[in-house]
């Protein structure tokens, strides 16, 4: 125990500080189970369509499917920024992930969602990928937009952080949008997913800074990581004193 601390604390730590990393692995099990459970509890019930003609004016470029799984990078290295500022910003964003996907939870019961997606012509690599995604990722949980809402989480968890670069901070934004873009041309969302998503986003942020009840969070997740830290440590003096026996 004593050899991984020491590994951790040397090659994880700079990367993901290791008392991020068990509330940050806790929200991506939480919506995974979110949005793959309600898949499966509604499998079998009435869906919505909320295509518009704005929706139908947009054009299907598979060549944006690159941007629409290429993006799970940009998560992760935001998400594991935001780990490394002060407890309090981070616990206010963790909290913001946590209820978002509860008010996802509640849209994906009571009112799911479905779209019809076109057909995917051409032998590119762009056409095969998105022939794959429409395989595995069936058409429902639209409403909000779980891929609008974790980019934007991205740009809002470093909005005016001035630890992080300024072009970082603007290219972020871009890419978030570049995001909810990619929803579009791919025909996995449509426009009121977007601003389900992003709107989601914006008001779970502002009501987890605006009130206190992050701290219940924090304190749930630094019981665990004091548990873990008081284990390790425990474990590397047990084998110091072992050593020296």
Known sequence: MQAVYRFLKKYVDPWARLDSIIPLASAFLFNTLIYFGTNYLTRDWHHYDFTLEI??????????????????????????????????????????????????????????????RPEVLGDSAASGLMRWLYDVDMPSNLFPSIHCLVSWFCYIGIRGRKEIPRWYRAFSCFFALLVAASTQFTKQHYIVDVIGGIGLAELMFYLSRRFQYYEIIKKFFEKINGKLYRLLLKSSCDADNTSVT
């Open 55 to 116: 929706d139908r004016a947009v054009p299907f470029v598979p060549g944006f499917v690159w941007i629409y799984l290429g993006c799970y990078i940009f998560w992760i290295v935001n998400y594991l920024m935001v780990g490394h500022f002060d407890k309090k910003h981070f616990y206010q964003f963790v909290t913001a992930d946590y209820t978002s996907r509860l008010v996802c939870l509640i849209f994906f019961i009571f009112l799911p969602t479905t779209n019809i």
